[in-house]
């Protein structure tokens, strides 16, 4: 297991790092309105995802052992197309993406769909090598064509960059389906997948992830409204290094999931969570205190004179990126045990303190407080989720 862990946080460290490195480029490149509008249409992606998600997803993930395989897959690439569309067009018509854009938001949506129908299923086979494999060639293919967009031929533009998502994207579903093939997953034995047990169990997921999505991203919206784009280029700059930190937990708690969704017995269940709850905790924390002793003429130098608030804003992340670590896992024991119910009142918890603090935050303290109020939301959804935890009962079916 410590091996496939670290083998997932190599490589989602390589895709935050190319990831930041496009921030970088674009922020220090395009300036900071540009950067707000990528946020945004990146965003509307995430929304769609969640959607797309309700079949493709932890859906796919608990169900891999259960069902037939190719059921599954096909039900997901078919709801991903569908929904990518449906739901593109539709956040665009509400201008919570750029109009402009809604092409653009659209493809890489649909191919981002398939792609995490693909990582799914994968992960609930306990695949996860390859599974990695697929976000490395994603990662090389978005970084390798701005890196020579911006270096070779001086060009970039926002277009290029969305174009170099499409193309990641695209390639990498190819790849994916070549994988599924050559690690025979077939178990065609098994039940068919019912449609609607997959959005039962799905909706449920997404239903937390939607507000958790709202935990994540609302101040993004507040910021925009009380303080301008560049204001939110600025904070998204600061999100994305804190979130490249976030990483550790979250692949941790892919390898968890994982693991529990083959495991039957609850003790056995705890014992794994416990563990990996104080392992995320740690690693995370001293991943946080290097980021601190990075020197703030570093950041200024990197990404422009607009971003000189990064450094106090990724100190304001502290408390929320440490418990993040510990609630992430406990999460993802609620989600291997089918009680979905416990985590989205944690998650509307966190939107009830998100609404309390975030307006009255920016308004008193401008960024930091948005920043700030992160950590407010996270502790009261810590505290709950730790409780339900050390409460949890075996299921009676």
């Known amino acids: ?5 670290i083998s997932t946080v190599f490589v989602r460290g390589y895709a935050a790092v190319a990831n930041l490195a496009v921030v970088v480029l674009s922020a220090k490149y395009l300036g900071a309105e540009a950067r707000g509008t990528i946020a945004l249409v990146i965003l509307g992606v995430t929304i769609v995802g969640m959607v797309q998600s309700v079949v493709g997803g932890p859906s796919l993930t608990y169900f891999a052992p259960k069902r037939s395989v190719k059921s599954l897959i096909k039900q997901a690439v078919i709801w991903s197309v569908i929904s990518g569309i449906t739901i593109g067009a539709f956040i665009s018509f509400l201008n919570l993406s750029p109009w402009e854009y809604v092409a653009e938001l659209i493809t890489i949506s649909v191919f981002q769909g398939i792609i995490t129908a693909q990582h799914s299923l994968l992960v609930g086979k306990e695949k996860v090598y390859s599974y990695g494999w697929l976000d490395a060639i994603r990662t090389t293919v978005l970084w390798s064509y701005i890196t020579v967009r ?7 533009n926002i277009d290029e960059i969305f174009f170099a998502y499409i193309l990641a994207n695209a390639l990498t579903v190819g790849f994916g389906f070549v994988v599924l093939r050559n690690e025979h997953l077939k178990n065609n034995s098994l039940e068919t997948a019912s449609f609607r047990e997959m959005i039962r169990y799905g ?10 999505l709202f935990n994540y991203r609302f101040v993004y919206f507040v910021i925009e409204r009380l303080k301008g784009m560049e204001a939110l280029g600025v904070f998204s700059v600061a999100v994305s290094i804190a979130e490249s930190v976030w990483i550790i937990c979250k692949s941790i708690a892919t390898i968890q999931l994982s693991r529990l969704v083959n ?31 990075i020197p703030s003429t570093l950041f200024t130098y990197v990404f422009g004179s607009e971003f000189s608030s990064v450094p106090d804003l990724i100190r304001s992340f502290t408390p929320a990126i440490i418990l993040l670590s510990a609630y992430t896992i406990h999460n993802h024991f609620f989600i291997a045990r089918d009680q979905n119910w416990i985590n989205i009142r944690a ?6 303190l998100f609404l ?5 935050a920016i308004l008193h303290f401008d960024l930091t407080g ?7 939301a996270f502790l009261g959804m810590a505290i709950y989720l730790e409780f339900a935890f050390l409460r949890a009962k075996e299921k009676h079916e």
């Open 203 to 212: 909706s449920e997921i997404q239903l937390n992830n939607l507000s958790q």
């Open 356 to 360: 309390v603090v975030t307006y009255f």
């Open 347 to 352: 998650s509307l918890l966190g939107n009830m």
């Open 263 to 293: 495991i039957p017995e609850l003790n056995d269940q705890k014992k794994l969570t416990n563990k990996l709850a104080f392992t995320s905790v740690v690693v995370t924390t001293i991943a946080t205190l290097i980021l601190w002793t």
């Open 370 to 376: 948005a920043a700030l109020s992160y950590g407010v």
């Open 1 to 5: 297991m410590l091996g496939k862990i």
């Open 150 to 156: 911006f270096f070779v031929f001086d060009s970039v």
